[in-house]
């Protein structure tokens, strides 16, 4: 029976996956979400599994609790907020559960002591990428190299995943496999010509959102574009061009709106904001305080800005 590892897909679920599978290098890798982590728990076969950076989501917290309860050994490494009572609902699962820093710093900090040294820059990267790099152990480490360097590889491996050519699964589970093997982004074939590429889309995607962004008293939003590759930098820009404490970007998806929040205003909680506004408007939200979004029903847009706008409080 394989271990296997199931992971996010962002780069920091990516940089998780890799630090564990430097650990154990015959797992399989799986990647999941959120919403599909119950279903595709079935899909795993029955040895054990380290989950890295999947946030529980809570209509099926009960749920994968009796699933995960029924399995073997379990490690599970997050930094999303859990519902209460998750993680004493199982015995056999061991939590690294932390909401200050990257799940990258987690998978690296439990398994360091069994992989090469130089791993430690696959946890830089995840840490940086998913802007959690302000802490005490990330902080120490990046003191060790020359940080130039290693954001050129972060941005070689954010931007890079941006492209239809490494933004599916093959791909990512190809990048996993380089990373533990201790490759740079930055040598991984086409990978920073994707990335300048994206670069240059984000460029684009300013300059459309500074000619078509609307605003409230405290909210920028921008609504149906097609950058859907990028929905952080499109609610940042919204809220930067407007010149408002936050930002939201609206990208339709047939039968609903996907809502992305970012802000300026860094005492913003926008996993609160995201989950009051859209649990006014009979959607679902929540995320990171500095990261968020939504999933609203279509004709409830401009009431999900205006309960948006009311709760932020600056
Ligand atoms: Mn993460």
Not at 84 to 105: Q, Y
Not at 248 to 269: K, M, N
């Amino acid at each position: 029976m394989r271990r296997t590892i199931i992971a996010h897909s962002d780069t920091d679920g990516i940089c998780s996956a890799a630090i564990a599978l430097a650990r154990f290098p015959d797992a399989r890798v799986f990647f999941s979400k959120p919403v599909s982590l119950l279903k595709e728990l079935d899909e795993v076969d029955e040895g054990n599994v380290i989950i890295c950076d999947i946030a529980v989501n809570k209509p099926d917290a009960v749920a994968l609790a009796k699933k995960l309860a029924k399995r073997k050994d379990v490690l599970f490494f997050d930094h999303h907020p859990m519902p209460p009572g998750f993680k004493s609902a199982m015995k056999n699962v061991t939590f690294h559960h932390d909401e200050r820093v990257s799940a990258s710093e987690l998978v690296y900090r439990a398994f360091k002591d069994a992989i090469a040294p130089e791993r430690v820059w696959i946890a830089l990267y995840g840490a940086i990428a998913d802007y959690s790099e302000a802490t005490p152990f990330i902080e120490e480490k990046m003191r060790n190299w020359d940080r130039r360097a290693i954001f050129f590889e972060v941005s070689s491996i954010v931007m890079g995943i941006k492209n239809e050519g490494f933004s599916d699964y093959g791909a990512k589970r190809r990048l996993v496999a380089e990373l533990a093997k201790g490759t740079n982004p930055s040598q991984m074939p086409r990978l920073v010509e994707s990335a300048r590429e994206a670069v240059v889309k984000e460029a684009e995607l300013y300059e459309e959102i500074k000619r078509t962004a609307a605003s409230f008293d405290h909210v920028g939003y921008i609504v149906k574009l097609e950058h859907f590759g990028f929905r952080g930098p499109a609610a940042l820009f919204a809220a930067t061009v407007t010149d408002k404490p936050l930002g939201v970007a609206a990208f339709e998806r047939g039968s609903h709106f996907d809502i992305t929040l970012r802000a300026r205003e860094p005492s913003l909680r926008l996993n609160d904001i995201a989950e009051k506004a859209a649990a006014a408007v009979g959607g679902s939200g929540g995320g990171h305080p500095h990261a968020a979004g939504a999933r609203i029903p279509m004709s409830k847009l401009k009431e999900f800005l205006k309960k948006a706008d009311e709760l932020v409080d600056v």
